[in-house]
């Protein structure tokens, strides 16, 4: 049932109302100032002398210390002042770049840099000779909220569990999918049980590949960053206990990602209905479960995820590898098994038929974690070039590992040539970024379902750049993608629900639609714009970079998935320590 009559045009944006809950639910728990003052966004673009000027900038905060921009979409140079809202005083004026058009947003644009000001405040740009103007601030600890939220969103799509009022305020909700009997799609008087685990998205199946992908960064974002999460709370039911949150979270996913071997190490690709559910909440959606199909992605990325796990969880340090190792051998003995949608299943389908960057990943992972030569053999075999990671290219993963890692297990001449081809990768980014009007690394191939998911995993590539070289180009490209899924984008949205002056409101996300809470569940990061548009809705552009629609209704550029989560926790992770 859907007894919320949500729709984009009924409900003003209400931020003060999700931020202050935001504020509540993690309060106390973070080192975070608590505070996030909406403030006002130039709102729609003007005309003015034959010109429509937009401007552009990260809605959530800048830190101090970091690079700060506002994109304005202008054909020409433009001068500028900047104030502090609270004593008015002008604090810089300047000229912002020439123009450079920006062929995925259909726009030519300007950067205005607001850098020198380090100082926390409101402060508001004005472009000279017009009322064009946009508001920024600058906060010590303008990532930490958005951060704790952004991993929050797991607890919050936990699947066969209740969600307690007081960990999650009004999105509160019954238990749903208690998964205790599940039944194999080809041997169905098989049933057992495969509880816990996220939901995937906005739909609530299980896929382990995406599963997998998602676990694994959250791992890394651990592993790169333990001193912060060491004490890092979030407030989840586990909060109390001893574990850090970080890995209370992960368990709930590896549990449940644990289910789906089978006796002969083989995985099932997923564990889901036959058909998507339609937007009810999730103790509503009560069809049948199956365990459905195999193949060697989902071998490989369990066994990489579990080869992981075995390092960040000592005392299962044996389960994990055995899992690991039993699903490596399936896969190699089964070495070129896609898996494909029975017709009568119409779930996503997570299929992919190249295995190179799987075999590549988990031989790494394996490696890493047990030093047996078959596996150097096999990552000597099945490195291929890097990549930013997605769920069906996993190649980058392996070079993460391999880096921060591997010093052990390969070849300083090895680790040399692997850095540099990964360096070379991340340098593209940069260049990107450079030619780019609006100083962000998205390419047009970038453009895809998910492309806010792809701006974060390079966000991901370009933090590990940087720590592996301290050279500021990365961290600077790194901080400009942070700043693209905030607002400054051509399509003027902060793609986080609750945080930002024009979030999302109306995210394909089942919970959220389904619920009688004005404010979406908070945390997510929407999917983003591509030209794709799958989904028929109605798009106000065709451009990549700007064709996206805040509406229930899209679910290939307004849906929210853990594999695009995952890095949005990562990057902001970076952003907190990396500064
Ligand atoms: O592989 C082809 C490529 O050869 C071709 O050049 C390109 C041109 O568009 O398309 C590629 O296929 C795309 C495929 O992803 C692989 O990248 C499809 O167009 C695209 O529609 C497909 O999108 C996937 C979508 O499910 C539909 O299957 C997304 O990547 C994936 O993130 C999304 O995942 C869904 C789950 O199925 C269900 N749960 C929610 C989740 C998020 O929306
Ligand atoms: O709601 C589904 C969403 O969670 C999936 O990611 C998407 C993937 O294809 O599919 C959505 O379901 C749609 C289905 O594919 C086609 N009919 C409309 C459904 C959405 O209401």
Sequence with gaps: MNNNTRTPSGHPIKLATAATAIA???????????????????????????ETVSLYTNQVGFLPAQKKEVVVTTGKVQGFEVTRT????????????QPQMWPLAGESAVFIDVSPLTEAGQYRLTLNGSDHSVSFSIRDNAYSDIHDAAIKAYYFNRASFALDPAYAGSWQRPAGHPDDLAAELDNPSAVRASAKGWYDAGDYNKYTVNSGISTYTL??????????????????PESTN???????????????????????????HKLTTLNFAPDVMPHEANEQRYFVGKGTAAALNFAAV?????????????????????????AVQHPNMPYRNPENVSTGEYGDSQFADEFAWAASELLMTTGKSEYYDAVNTHLGAPSTPNWGGTMGLAYLSLLKEGQSRLSANQINTIQADFLAYADQLVATDAASGFHVAMRENDFVWGSNGVAMNHGMILATAYMLTQSEKYRTTMSHL?????????????FVTGFGDKPPRFIHHRQSQADTVADPVPGFIAGGPHSGQQDGCDYSSDLPAKSYVDDWCSYASNEIAINWNAPLVYTLAAMNNLY
């Design 242 to 268: 001893l574990q850090p949150d970080m890995l209370d979270e992960i368990l709930w996913n590896l549990d449940w990602m644990m289910t789906m071997q089978d006796n002969d190490g083989s995985v099932f």
């Design 86 to 97: 609270d004593t008015n005083q002008v604090v810089l004026t300047g000229e912002s770049s």
């Design 482 to 494: 942070v700043d693209y899924v905030l607002g400054k984008n051509p399509t003027g949205y902060s």
């Design 219 to 236: 791992l890394r974002a651990y592993m790169d960053f333990r001193d912060f999460y060491a004490d890092r709370k979030w407030n989840i």
């Design 24 to 50: 509540l639910l993690v309060a106390g728990c973070t080192g975070g100032d608590g505070t996030q003052t909406p403030h006002i966004v130039s709102p729609t673009p003007v005309d003015s002398a034959n």
């Design 306 to 330: 579990m080869a992981t796990a075995a390092r960040v969880f000592p005392a299962s340090a044996n389960t994990y590898q055995a899992a690991a190792e039993r699903a490596w051998q399936w």
